[in-house]
């Protein structure tokens, strides 16, 4: 969401370190939007450090930041990502707070790590917004803003331009969020590979995960997961799945909900969408096969729940995401013969 039309490169990523800001979630954002990729052949994002000092001593005073821009850098963001800090109860400095609502009048996107909601918050740019930050200050974050719609018990909230993470981790699971909105789900893959992480955590999964250590090692859910995955184009049911892991459903269930804070259904849904915006991406446009291949049905039923989770429907995917067209040829396919209509996006 670039602010003025003449900057036509890569969108520019702004973060803002101030005074006892967590060098981890300052490290998430680094790796996620400042590194060169140079195995996607491409820069997915210009990226900046900026803070209102010239040194900033960070968390717990484990080193100070130097060498950095000046808060003017953050006039030129297209995202703005705030600083957090684990003392909630400190005010932010008044010109962060300034250039906040700067950036959000102008049209930037938002984006807070953890305590970065309490940065939000005072800025003045979340009154009626979904937001969440870290589980222990839930209480403490309700108390001081209340006209904030809190929702702590998940991992992120995207609230359009305004987003939020509720931890540490989740800081990556968001930024990995951000790159599949701009991007799409093969270079968001392609990220998550780098880092050797998960390339896909629901943004509604719980913040606080059991994940006890099996007494056999053949009680993880791995095969099956595994298993349904290679089958998402079949009608899979919790049954199912229960029967391939051999436990019943109520213990899958429980199961499901200790190690991935989830339910088995929002996991194969989950799966669906992803396999469905990877087939996309890479060159299918007969969206009933998509739908098909995927166990999403109907492309009506597709472009119901991808509209749902991307916010676009198939076709609009497709322009975004999709391969370029072929030299000569106009954007818009025909669509193969003895395939119909293409299903509306």
């Known amino acids: ?73 953050a006039e030129e ?19 962060v707070s300034a250039a906040i609502r700067r950036a959000r009048a102008r049209g930037a996107r938002l984006v807070g790590f953890c305590s970065g909601a309490f940065t939000l918050a005072e800025a003045g740019v979340l009154e009626g917004r979904r937001a969440t930050t870290h589980w222990m200050w839930a209480d403490r974050f309700r108390a001081r803003f209340p006209t904030v719609r809190l929702e702590p018990e998940v991992l992120f909230v995207d609230d359009g331009d305004i987003l939020t993470a509720a931890g540490s981790s989740a800081a990556l699971d968001l930024s990995l969020h951000i790159v599949r909105r701009d991007h799409g789900a093969e270079i968001a893959n392609a990220v998550s590979r780098r880092l050797v992480f998960a390339a896909h955590r629901d943004g509604g999964q719980r913040q ?30 919790v049954t199912d799945l229960a029967a391939r892991a051999a436990v019943s459903p109520a213990t899958l269930h429980r199961r499901f909900r200790a190690e991935l804070g989830t339910t088995p259904l929002a996991w194969l849904l989950g799966e669906r969408i992803t396999l469905a915006c990877r087939l996309i991406e890479q060159g299918e446009g007969r969206f009933e096969i998509v739908a098909r291949r995927t166990g999403l049905g109907t492309a009506a039923h597709l472009r119901t729940v991808l509209r749902r989770h991307t916010g676009l429907g198939p076709s609009q995917y497709r322009r975004r995401f999709g391969p370029a067209p072929e030299p000569g040829r106009s954007g818009t396919a025909a669509p193969p013969r003895g395939t119909g209509t293409p299903a509306r996006g």
Request: hydrophobic letters at 40%.
């Open 208 to 237: 606080f995960v059991e994940r006890p250590v099996p007494h056999i090692p053949d009680r993880s859910l791995a095969p099956v997961l595994a298993w349904a995955q290679q089958r998402l184009d079949t009608p899979l049911t």
């Open 77 to 95: 963001a297209d995202t703005l990502i705030v600083p957090n800090r684990p003392d909630v109860q400190v005010p932010r400095r008044p010109e």
């Open 1 to 73: 969401m670039p602010h003025d039309s003449s900057h036509t490169g890569p969108q520019r990523v702004v973060v803002i370190v101030d005074e006892n800001s967590n060098p981890f979630e300052l490290g998430c954002a680094i790796e996620v939007f400042g590194l060169r990729r140079p195995e996607l052949g491409r820069d997915l994002y210009e990226f900046r450090l900026c803070a209102p000092e010239p040194e900033t001593l960070m968390r717990d005073g484990f080193f100070t930041l130097t060498g950095v821009a000046d808060l003017a850098a």
